[in-house]
């Protein structure tokens, strides 16, 4: 049996607009809330959330157990964010069975090369070969994993800084990088806006780096937790929308709950 077939890989191939939900709660009940909601995939976030493998490898479990609401009740692809685009950091989040991933602050081509080489077994790539113990690989049940895996990976980077935005049209043109995701607090941070993601000038590098990334071919990516920018995104044609998170979605019910009532 091959690897698992990419759903979200496919889907992008196929020049699909996704939705999701970033998982930043650190937590499996959380995970299986948002995985029965309707999206099309929830990123476990590892950068700015309290998680580690353990809490990822719950949270994938959760994801992959829970039909969603769409009409096919398929489960919901998951997706890592690392920390940091370091190899042995993904091959870890690839043991334990993820096979699409968000990588940020990634700022040049060589870069970009190196996080499409971690993802791959040689001879394409260095993804160290411990498979037949893994969750990957159903552990073993999927006898021909190695040879199909790393046609299943979905790789997208982050690119977040002035340095990023420079090195966009290389970046875009590295073989195995499926998509490109703008993160807007950290590059309206880095364009002087620290916290301000809609200063005009902000929004104008956007607008740009999404044209460009839509120029390649590739998909685009980008955090819109506030609905009216993730409208905007998806009429712009983006194709991997982050609109929710489970801590936003929690704190504004809550708030509002509470002061409702309160008066
Ligand atoms: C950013 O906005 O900087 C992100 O990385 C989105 O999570
Ligand atoms: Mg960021």
New binding site residues.
Partial sequence: MPAPVNRLKQALADGKQTIGCWLVLGDSYAAEIAASAGFDWCVIDNEHAPNDLRSTLAQLQALSQTPNQTPNQTSVSAVVRPPIGETHILKQFLDIGCQSFVV?MVENAAQAAELVRATRYPPDGVRGVGASTARASNFNAHADYLHTANDQICLFV?V?SRVGLAALPDILAVDGVDGVFI?????SAALGHLGNPHAPAVVTAIDGALDAIAASGKASGI?AVDPVDAERYLARGVSFVAVASDINSMTTALRQTASRFRQ
């Fill in positions: 940020p982050q977040e993160g807007p607090s950290d590059l955090f």
